[in-house]
């Protein structure tokens, strides 16, 4: 771990891809949330419009006085290769210096881990792009969750997030854009931690900002949490009540 902090520390990476499949029918599948992760991080800092390049899209920020690239490969998944590799060597940059979000079946639901080199695990995008590129370059692992079996695993990441899951996937893209500039410095730690405190404050008020609408509109609802922390017989006499 250390000896992988380290590393990422000594270059400044400059090349973000996002993994998708072009078209609005895939815009909102699971699979595409790489598309909609370098989305939100261009709209926070208002990069430039999406041009076509490099067999996808391409967009670009300044950051501290910083050219950062971002691209949307068009190729559709299996392909993402050759776009990548086409920025790569248009821009002269090397593996370590490109950061590759994509879609992660291992993981819980918007749960995040980060990882240089290793292996595919099976996923077609960063296959291909380990067969341009190689494996030593950096990824942002964005969970999904799993289907529970092998044979529901095609159609699950093809089809939609959930329509009671879009506001905390929308807390999650909102909070990878504030942290992005600690990952640009390979500050993964710091950038994952930001994160996890802006996901967990905005969803607490979240919650707390329903719980007051409920009551305004006559509806109290009572919070999970502090339903839990009360006795059997309490909640046994409210429920009669």
């Keep these: 771990m250390l000896m992988e902090i380290s590393y990422l ?4 990476m400059k090349l973000f891809v996002g993994l998708g499949n072009p078209g609005e029918n895939y815009s909102k599948n699971r699979h595409n949330i790489g598309f909609m992760i370098v989305d939100a991080i261009v709209n926070h800092y208002g990069g430039s419009a999406w041009k076509k390049k490099f067999q996808g899209l391409a967009s670009e920020i300044i950051l501290d006085k910083e050219k950062i690239i971002f691209l949307k490969p068009s190729t559709f998944m299996n392909l993402s290769g050759q776009a990548v590799s086409e920025a790569s060597r248009f821009y002269k940059i090397q593996p370590s210096e490109i950061c590759v979000f994509h879609d992660e079946l291992d993981l819980p639901f918007l749960k995040l881990k980060t990882k240089i080199g290793g292996g595919h695990a099976g996923h077609n995008g960063l296959r291909s792009i380990q067969q341009h590129l190689g494996p030593d370059y950096f990824r942002v692992r964005v969970g999904i969750g799993h289907p529970g079996e092998k044979s529901q695993v095609a159609s699950y990441v093809l089809n939609n997030f959930p329509k009671n899951s879009e506001a905390d996937l929308s807390i999650l893209l909102q909070s990878v854009s504030e942290g992005f500039p600690e990952l640009i410095k390979g ?5 994952l931690n930001i994160i996890n405190r802006n996901r967990h404050s905005k969803i607490k008020l979240s919650d707390t900002k329903k719980v007051a609408t409920n009551h305004a509109s006559g509806n ?22």
Aim: charged fraction near 40%; proline fraction near 3%; charge should be positive.
């Design 9 to 12: 520390q000594s270059c400044t």
């Design 187 to 191: 500050k993964q730690e710091n950038f």
């Design 220 to 241: 109290p609802v009572l919070d999970k949490n502090v339903d839990k922390k009360k006795s059997a017989l309490e909640r046994l006499i409210e429920k009669f009540r």
